[in-house]
């Protein structure tokens, strides 16, 4: 999934900022006294979204304009985007045979794509720093212009990406980045002007661009920096030429840059592929191949006790637990319909004969890519009456997806996963009670796992693809509004997400907050009254009819795998102790004590807690860092005075120590501590 930043919805800013024009003007001149305005959107008659404008830009009477700051998302994207232009600039004042491909805003900052000859060197980056930091102090005008396509062809005549590009205008969907530079009603090139102004006035540079941009490089300021570069294909396709891609992040003050550096750095150290290794938790091995994870003992305590917790709370929440093989006939999933979907996801089929009736044709068969076929054969496996509804089915359901190479990352994008998934079914009167519940279901499991901040976003079929989606007008209509409703009632924000509902319906999902800040889809509720009507689901109602249940999809955790990754990261591998893969580890001052630990954690042990004693022949000192690195919940250290007075010492993740404490008070801490879910 491309990163580039598409325009903002309209900002939130009071109605009272919204300025109509009643005669030509700019938006420099309607915000004259606004210092902090560096864009303005632009509303027609009937325009409800706007148009982000350059503030030189001149608009006609009776348009409707809003201001734009630098600190809100659009003017944050026109930062970027325009440090992406500086960036190009520099490049090809350092190196005039580069060529220009496609720089856009990107979340976070920006990227520019060029042709060049060799590699960038963390070297040639620090060089183009300071080119764009002498750009940026000039304070260079950013020019519109419009053009025809012969004129851009001949201004542009050295750039070939440029001209490709300008051959698909009002096409450019599909290619990464390209509605930036194509994207608008009108080709239009930007000029870097020095001296604007000036009867010295000089165009320095120019770049095949929609904008909008900065007025001056001047606001880039100092929050901007180059981070790295990587390898990159002409418009995403690896079929089309290499190039050199130049990432860097942009903000609106030096200070917003460093706190953003540290947000990263924080980041780095709680990567849950650094700690899956430090704490030995999971692995991938080139023998079995991308995306497909190895859990370790240690990480098998975490899914374990993970599901453990879910399957006890579909229980306790009305679900039966199922289970359903890991391949089936590919004709399966043509009749769900996800194979004319979802087919470039799914694994290769593989074909062969039946044993047992060797000269039948061979027949093709899918590892699973989702569990719903499957649950509604349960479902059809016998006559369904309305008494029984709702029809909750739940199973650990391991999926394959064919995640391309560039998607998979760690444990939170892999190609064998395990869904807590489950499938209610229901009548279509029951369905927003039953949305209802799943959505209180889900948010209660997110909480008991310590996440606590959370908004809801609501995926709707895009109207302009019809063919990306099934079901009449009036179904997803019914749906959509269902959803919203319900999403409303729980009193989280809802945001918008069109186009983004799988083929067969609407879907509400979880996106969860971590501990610093970052947001992640977490769990999903996906109405579909597609697969019912595929298979022929029916239940009697209570007129003796034959009725057609509505199926409702839910996964609490969605991905287990993806879950256990998150959560390596919000704690930073600080697990709370009743999810800990060691709750407890006891360290002998010397080996004479060995045994007098050894019955703690057997008290221990006996009451259901995960206790070790660290018998290795390391000295104390370096028993005491291991058990710090591993981030042990509580570490229990006996000496001569302890066994003496039948207590251990509590040293704790903080490093805080507490001394005697009697061995029956301390089993009781524990116990408590983690059959309670407490932090420590």
Not at 96 to 125: N, Q, S
Not at 268 to 292: A, C, N, Y
């Amino acid at each position: 999934m491309s990163d580039v930043v598409p325009p903002q919805s309209p900002s939130s800013e009071p109605a009272s900022s919204l300025v109509t024009t009643t005669t030509p003007t700019t938006g420099a001149e309607l915000f004259a006294d606004r210092k902090d305005v560096v864009v303005v959107r632009v509303f027609a008659a009937d325009d409800a979204d706007g148009e982000l404008w350059d503030l030189d830009r001149a608009l006609p009477a009776g348009v409707r304009v809003e201001p734009v700051t630098i600190q809100e998302p659009d003017g944050l994207m026109v930062l970027r985007h325009s440090a992406a232009h500086v960036l190009a600039q520099a490049v090809q004042q350092v190196n005039p045979d580069a060529k220009l491909g496609i720089g856009p805003p990107v979340r976070d900052g920006f990227y520019y794509d060029f042709d060049t000859a060799t590699p960038f060197t963390p070297e040639d980056l620090k060089a183009l720093d300071k080119a764009m930091s002498r750009i940026i102090r000039e304070g260079q005008t950013f020019r519109r212009r419009v053009v025809t396509e012969e004129e851009a062809r001949a201004e542009l005549a050295a750039e070939p990406y440029k001209l490709e590009l300008i051959g698909i205008k009002g096409h450019a969907e599909g290619t990464e980045g390209a509605d930036v530079e194509v994207g608008g009603a009108e080709l239009t090139i930007y000029d870097n002007v020095r001296g604007a102004g000036r009867e010295s006035e000089t165009v320095v540079w120019k770049d095949l661009c929609r904008g909008p941009h900065l007025p001056s490089t001047r606001l880039i300021g100092q929050g901007v920096q180059l981070m790295r570069s990587a390898a990159a294909y002409w418009r995403g396709d690896q079929a089309n030429a290499s190039l050199q891609r130049v990432y860097g992040t942009a903000w609106p003050s030096k200070d917003e840059l460093k706190a953003y550096l540290e947000r990263l750095a924080e980041a780095e150290r709680r990567d849950h592929r650094k700690i899956g290794v430090e704490q030995d938790l999971f692995s991938f091995h080139p023998s079995i191949g991308s995306g497909l994870p190895l859990i370790h003992p240690r990480g098998g305590v975490i899914k374990r006790v993970m599901e453990d917790y879910v399957r006890q709370r579909h229980i306790e929440e009305g679900f039966s637990y199922v289970g359903t093989p890991h391949i089936t006939k590919e004709e399966l999933f043509y009749t769900s319909g996800h194979l004319p979907y979802y087919g470039d996801t799914m694994f290769p089929a593989m074909e062969f004969h039946d044993d047992d009736h060797p000269d039948a044709p061979a027949q093709k068969y899918r590892l699973k890519a989702m569990n719903c076929p499957m649950h509604n054969l349960i479902y059809s496996s016998r006559g369904r009456s309305y008494r029984e509804l709702p029809i909750r089915l739940f199973e650990f359901g391991t999926v394959y997806r064919y995640e391309k190479g560039g998607v998979v990352q760690g444990l939170t994008r892999v190609r064998g996963l395990t869904q807590d998934d489950s499938h209610s079914y229901v009548m279509p009167e029951q369905a927003a009670d039953e949305v209802k519940h799943l959505l209180n279901f889900m948010l209660s499991v997110l909480r008991d796992f310590g996440l606590n901040d959370f908004y809801l976003e609501l995926s709707t079929r895009d109207d302009s693809k019809p063919d990306k989606f099934v079901g009449s007008d009036e179904d997803w209509a019914n749906a959509t509004a269902l959803l919203e409703k319900v999403g409303r009632e729980s009193g989280l924000d809802l945001v918008p997400d069109p186009g983004g509902a799988a083929f067969y319906g609407p879907k509400i999902s979880v996106q969860a907050k971590d501990a610093l800040g970052r947001t992640w889809q977490m769990g999903t509720v996906q109405y579909d009254f597609n697969q019912p009507a595929r298979f022929g689901l029916e239940y009697t109602a209570p007129d003796g009819s034959r009725q057609q249940p509505v199926m409702i999809h839910s996964a609490k955790f969605g991905s287990i795998e993806r879950f256990m990754g998150v959560l390596i990261e919000h704690y930073a591998g600080a697990f709370p102790a009743w999810l800990a893969p060691v709750q407890v580890l006891a360290v002998p001052v010397a080996e004479a004590f060995d045994g007098y630990l050894k019955d703690v954690v057997a008290q221990l042990t006996a009451r259901g807690i995960r206790a070790e004693v660290d018998l290795s022949d390391d000295r104390f000192a370096k028993k005491i860092r291991n058990a710090s690195k591993d981030k042990v919940p509580f570490v229990l250290i006996a000496g001569g005075e302890d066994a003496a007075a039948g207590a251990v010492s509590f040293r704790y993740r903080d490093g805080r120590q507490e001394n005697g404490v009697p061995v029956a008070e301390a089993v009781e801490r524990i116990v408590a501590a983690v059959r309670d879910r407490v932090q420590v």
